[in-house]
Nanobody, 118 residues
Framework: QVQLVESGGGLVQAGGSLRLSCAASGRIFSNNDMGWYRQAPGEQRELVAQVSSSGSTNYADSVKGRFTISRDNAKNTVYLQMNSLKPEDTAVYYC????????????WGQGTQVTVSS
């Protein structure tokens, strides 16, 4: 049974920083891309950032230069460092990971709330 457990969300003032973590556990044989989506109330879920197993990254235009994604392959963990936060970054953040157990599948975290006050 694979689980993705997120941590690091919370309430922060505009201009502040938060660091999200997402650790995958279970019988994992290999991993591929991992990343973060977010969903604000009344909005569709959107990709925030993703990182491949080789370290290549991709960011939404709205977070480029402010957010940094990284990963630790040995720990099956992905991180999202969020700096210069804005009220429009307020959302539930979900991590995902493409992992191979018996087969390749996409797994999701439970979501963590990030609230940025103005």
């Amino acid at each position: 049974q694979v689980q993705l457990v997120e941590s690091g969300g919370g309430l922060v003032q505009a201009g502040g920083s938060l660091r999200l973590s997402c650790a995958a556990s279970g019988r994992i044989f290999s991993n591929n891309d991992m990343g973060w989506y977010r969903q604000a109330p009344g909005e569709q879920r959107e990709l925030v950032a993703q990182v491949s197993s080789s370290g290549s990254t991709n960011y939404a235009d709205s977070v480029k230069g402010r957010f940094t994604i990284s990963r630790d392959n040995a720990k099956n963990t992905v991180y999202l460092q969020m700096n210069s936060l804005k009220p429009e970054d307020t959302a539930v953040y979900y991590c995902y990971a493409n992992l191979r157990t018996r087969n390749w599948s996409t797994y999701w975290g439970q979501g963590t709330q990030v609230t940025v006050s103005s």
